[in-house]
């Protein structure tokens, strides 16, 4: 009850995290529920894992344990990660399927399954690494400098013709 509980926050038409999200950044509730629901998959996703791994649940020896719950989060990481389309790179759409399938079969028990979502991984990786078909981002445009009117050899901002003063500092008056 209290996994549903905490899900809650993020789905229609409690949402609470959402309603304070969209007070706080402005920005519609529609759209940030359904990133909400985009980013906390993995939440829905744990009672299935539990349900088809009982390690996850710490029943069975100590490494079926270890590897279900390195798996598991290795799992809720890609699963986020494809459906967002942002891991470490931006992502594109066969790389967003590729990390949602190997997240998926990450889940579920088995070393076959384990050891077919690391492939889907490592080539997804080496497809980014390697730039096959400009799957990597063109390197961001140089952010200006602002500019900004130097103050005048009597300290003397122009155009505004009152003395620049730090905060803190005291000056005589000028005569």
Same mark, same amino acid.
Not at 6 to 33: D, E, H, K
Not at 71 to 95: E, H, K
Not at 108 to 113: D, K
């Given at each position: 009850?209290? =996994? ?26 529609? /759209? ?17 894992? =539990?349900?088809?791994? !009982? ?14 719950? #390195? ?18 790179? /931006?992502?594109?759409?066969?790389? /967003?399927?590729?990390?949602?399938? !190997? ?30 078909? #400009? ?41």
């Amino acid at each position: 009850m209290i =996994f549903w509980g905490l899900a809650s926050f993020i789905t229609p038409p409690v949402c609470n995290a959402v309603y304070v999200a969209c007070s706080i950044s402005g920005s519609s509730l529609w /759209r940030t529920g359904g990133e909400a629901m985009r980013v906390g998959a993995g939440v829905f996703l744990v009672p299935i894992a =539990f349900a088809l791994n !009982a390690a996850l649940i710490l029943d069975g020896t100590a490494l079926e344990i270890l590897l279900a719950v #390195g798996t598991a989060l290795v799992a809720t990481v890609l699963i986020a990660g494809g459906l967002q389309g942002f891991s470490a790179w /931006r992502m594109t759409a066969p790389q /967003r399927v590729m990390f949602t399938v !190997a997240g998926l079969l990450l889940l579920m028990p088995g070393l076959w399954e384990a050891a077919i979502g690391a492939i889907l991984v490592a080539v997804t990786v080496l497809w980014w690494r390697l730039d096959i078909n #400009g799957s990597r981002d063109p390197e961001p445009p140089a952010i200006p400098e602002p500019s900004v009117p130097a103050a005048d050899a009597r300290g003397l901002d122009r155009g505004a013709g009152q003395p620049s003063v730090s905060f803190g500092q005291r000056h005589a008056p000028r005569s």
